[in-house]
């Protein structure tokens, strides 16, 4: 007994001081730090919520980033959320090759931010580009776009890529979650007269809730902390139409060396993604007690 | 519309097609990726669609030159993190999976509540102790921060998976005298090969492609990830896009290698990671 629980206490505890240290410790660390003034090479400063009310009240640069985020994750998830159960639902029509479509949609999912923003650097270039150059080539020159070099098309040209990323995960996910549909339902509903798409609307599409509340909590996630692809694509730009949150924080704490006020952007991003899990945790409860 | 079109017989060259349009979307950038790299600067100018005529080496020379440290350093972090993390994660997610004791319940939800922690929330601080215990710009530094960070994900997939192997098992063994250390290593461990093959994967995976805390915890190309310098290609090599090419392949070749032969694990971590988290 005494031995186990030694054994509990040395398997557990690297983990648990890890964390501690990494996640609690830092993110105390980082509250304390958001009521400072601190810049590089300056005194600090106790200041209360003077950070936070500039960020709301004050702050263009920061309520833009709040909007963009907002804009993007809605974009990136009311996307790939039906375009994953599309694709899901033809792959399971019956179709030879599922297990090869499957793997090409997954393909995207398996390179890095850097890579992915190198190639659609490439592809959204607005004269030599591969889209506008396919659109020139197939007599639908209207229809090519500056991409990211507009102010009014970057956030969305980040978000395109965003959903390419990951639509092919929300693909798998939802074919799973079909294949494990009860197939006596479906075949029931189908001797009940029910069409093809019926047996979808009615019996199939339900019973993806727990799919779909997977798809959207890890979307949402990846969108609240997406830094990588805009950093390298846009920076933010132009000016501050692709800045969310994530690169304006960082800017402002590794560019411009104000340590106090970037850490209060960071619990701003802390405070909305615990939103998220309070949401999804509510919605495991209900579905708990029925 | 759609009611018809399902119900309609079955238009299956519809279906192909779309699957078949999809694939050509999705694979796209894709292209321009390898057919770029192979090219010459002048080939680049024939524009983007056109095949490469003849495979030109230069730009994987070139790109090579400047990534040869980073690889290495990826590789010894990649490495490193891997297999910490997940050894960690087979050990913790064994405590929480097969023994209750007062707070283990929110102990592990506080571990796992930490997947969903936003890294620029800890940034300023996480950069800051790396500078005061001398680790910031070290191997050491990154493996252990990756090794922290990957604790949540690890162990909760650890758990899921160990979770799946009866208590009984257990049981039974306990009679016969195991104790937690031998159950473990008699019991658990063979049993788990699987589960560290997939949990490993993950985090190889993710580890590799990481860019945030290589851009904030190093400087200079002394312990510089792969990410971080292919990265760097843009700032240094204005508009040589055949050498940016070339380096953002040479820095996904082990990943997709990874996905072509290990597919069914990719895709079991991937379920495992999502469903029951």
């Not at chain 1, 200041?47 to 907002?70: A, E, H, M, P």
């Not at chain 2, 321009?32 to 090219?39: R, V, W």
């Not at chain 2, 049981?171 to 008699?186: E, I, N, P, R």
């Not at chain 2, 995976?205 to 990830?225: E, H, K, M, R, S």
Request: glycine share 8%; hydrophobic share 50%; net charge positive.
């Amino acid at each position: 007994m005494a031995r186990r629980k030694l054994g509990i206490v040395l398997f557990s505890l690297p983990a648990i001081a890890l964390v501690s240290i990494f996640v609690y410790v830092f993110v105390g660390q980082s509250i304390n730090l958001s009521f400072t003034d601190w810049r590089f090479a300056r005194p600090i400063h106790w200041i209360g919520f003077d950070n936070y009310i500039r960020l709301f009240t004050l702050d263009r640069g920061f309520q833009t980033s709040l909007i963009n985020t907002v804009k993007l994750t809605v974009f990136f998830i009311g996307l790939t959320i039906p375009l994953g159960l599309g694709l899901a639902i033809l792959l399971d029509l019956g179709v030879k090759g599922r297990g090869f479509f499957r793997t090409i949609y997954l393909i995207p999912l398996s390179f890095s931010f850097v890579v992915s923003s190198v190639m659609w650097m490439w592809s959204f270039l607005p004269e030599s580009g591969t889209i506008n150059t396919i659109l020139r080539t197939i007599g639908l020159s209207c229809l090519a776009q500056p991409w990211i070099t507009s102010t009014s098309q970057s956030l969305w040209s980040v978000g395109i890529v965003y959903i390419w990323q990951f639509s092919g995960f929300a693909t798998l996910v939802y074919y799973t979650g079909i294949a494990s549909v009860n197939p006596e339902l479906s075949e029931a509903a189908v001797i009940d007269g029910a069409t093809t798409w019926q047996k979808y609307r009615h019996v199939i599409i339900p019973q993806q809730k727990p799919a779909t509340v997977t798809i959207l909590i890890l979307t949402l996630m990846y969108s609240l902390k997406c830094f990588d692809l805009v950093w390298l694509m846009t920076g933010g730009g132009p000016g501050y139409s692709s800045e969310v949150l994530a690169t304006y924080m960082y800017k402002v704490t590794f560019n411009q060396n104000k340590f106090g006020y970037g850490a209060s952007i960071g619990i701003v991003l802390v405070v909305l993604s615990m939103g998220v899990v309070g949401l999804f945790l509510h919605y495991m409860r209900r579905g708990e007690h029925g | 519309m759609v009611e018809r079109f399902l119900a309609f017989g079955k238009p299956r060259f519809l279906i192909y097609g779309l699957l078949i349009f999809m694939s050509f979307l999705y694979l796209l950038p894709l292209y321009g990726l390898i057919n770029t790299s192979f090219k010459t600067s002048k080939g680049i100018a024939s524009g983007p669609i056109t095949p490469v005529d003849h495979l030109y080496f230069g730009a994987y020379k070139k790109a090579f030159s400047s990534l040869k440290r980073p690889l290495i350093n990826t590789s010894i972090i990649v490495v490193g993190a891997t297999v910490l993390s997940t050894t960690l994660g087979a050990m913790t997610g064994y405590v929480f999976s097969k023994f209750k004791f007062k707070g283990s319940e929110v102990i592990f939800f506080l571990i796992v509540l930490g997947f969903y922690l936003p890294y620029q929330s800890i940034l300023i601080p996480l950069v800051r102790f790396m500078g005061t215990v001398h680790l910031f710009n070290t191997y050491f530094g990154l493996i252990l921060t990756h090794t922290a960070y990957g604790m949540p994900i690890t162990t909760l997939l650890f758990r899921n998976y160990y979770a799946s192997i009866p208590n009984e098992l257990l049981d039974s063994a306990s009679v016969d005298g195991c104790t937690f250390f031998s159950a473990f290593t008699k019991i658990m461990l063979p049993l788990s090969l699987p589960g560290f093959a997939v949990v490993g994967i993950f985090q190889f995976a993710n580890i590799w492609n990481d860019y945030l805390f290589g851009l904030t915890l190093t400087q200079g190309v002394q312990a510089q990830p792969v990410t971080v310098a292919v990265a760097n290609l843009k700032g240094t090599m204005t508009a040589v896009w055949n050498v940016q090419m070339a380096g953002a392949m040479i820095a996904s070749l082990p990943i997709i290698l990874v996905y072509i032969f290990l597919l069914k694990l990719v895709v079991k971590g991937l379920l495992m990671g999502s469903i029951k988290g």
